[in-house]
């Protein structure tokens, strides 16, 4: 969700405005969602590396998080949708860890639409967590390393009850991943789109998933009829 804080810049505005547009830019994206009968999606709300901001801009965004979740959870959980949240807690205020476990637990028996929240994510440190996790059952002898394969690893990953993403749509003009489910995006589609967040809904995603439909996906095999 990149963009923000050249959208609020190139309207006179403070950073944080860009922020605030930013969380009605999510909801019309999970509405929007919805209605295309997506079934999973995931936004990359706050990066590990993100604690290098300025620390009046991190309290904006972790205040965000709170007005969000405290103004629109008992309507996601009405809607049937399941929250996830990605990410270590490690280092984040209690009420923000208390807050992401009461979506999470709230949206448990919801199976409409999964929405996943990266939170104090970084795709790097969640690898290292899941192998951390390995090491422990090779310790205790209950995996072979022999054994270990690329399973075993995502299994152990945050993102465990969600499928490898389809689709990546990086907005705000820039061309990389910045540490976004490295893992998961091996074979994901990516699409970078000009439009800068605050500016994302219905019309963007739509034009988003026209040209992922339009996209050959082969995972490493070959075009089809080529054989
Ligand atoms: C990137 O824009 C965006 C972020 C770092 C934060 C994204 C967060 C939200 C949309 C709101 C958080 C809300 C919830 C509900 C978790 P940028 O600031 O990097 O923009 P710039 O590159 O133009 O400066």
């Known amino acids: 969700m ?33 209605k295309l009968d997506l079934e999973y999606l995931t936004v990359y709300s706050f990066s590990t590396e993100n604690w290098r901001r300025p620390v009046s801009e991190v309290s904006a965004l972790f205040s965000l998080l709170k007005t969000f979740v405290n103004q629109d959870l008992a309507r996601l959980k009405r809607e049937g949708v399941r929250i996830s949240v990605f990410g270590t807690r490690s280092g984040l205020p209690d009420d923000i860890a208390i807050l992401l476990d009461k979506a999470v637990e709230q949206t448990r028996e919801n199976t409409r639409f999964e929405l996943g929240i990266a939170f104090n994510y970084g795709g790097r440190e969640e690898v290292v967590r899941a192998i951390r996790l ?4 090779v310790k205790a002898g209950r995996i072979d390393p022999e054994n270990i394969n690329e399973h075993l690893l995502s299994e152990r990953l945050d993102t465990s ?8 749509i990086r907005t705000g003009e820039e061309h990389r991943l910045s540490n976004f489910l490295i893992w998961q995006s091996a074979y994901a589609e990516l699409l970078f789109m000009d439009v800068l967040w605050p500016e994302f809904g219905e019309a963007e ?23």
């Not at 963009?3 to 009605?24: D, K, M, T, Y």
């Not at 998933?209 to 075009?223: A, C, D, P, V, Y």
């Open 2 to 34: 990149d963009g923000n804080g050249r959208w609020a810049s190139r309207h006179g505005l403070p950073r944080a405005v860009g922020h605030e547009r930013g969380v009605e830019a999510l909801r019309r994206t999970v509405r929007a969602a919805q």
């Open 134 to 137: 390995l090491s422990e059952d």
């Open 161 to 168: 009850r969600f499928p490898d993403p389809d689709l990546v």
């Open 205 to 227: 995603l739509q034009r988003a998933i026209e040209t992922f439909s339009s996209r050959e996906r082969r995972f490493g095999g070959l075009k089809s009829g080529a054989a």
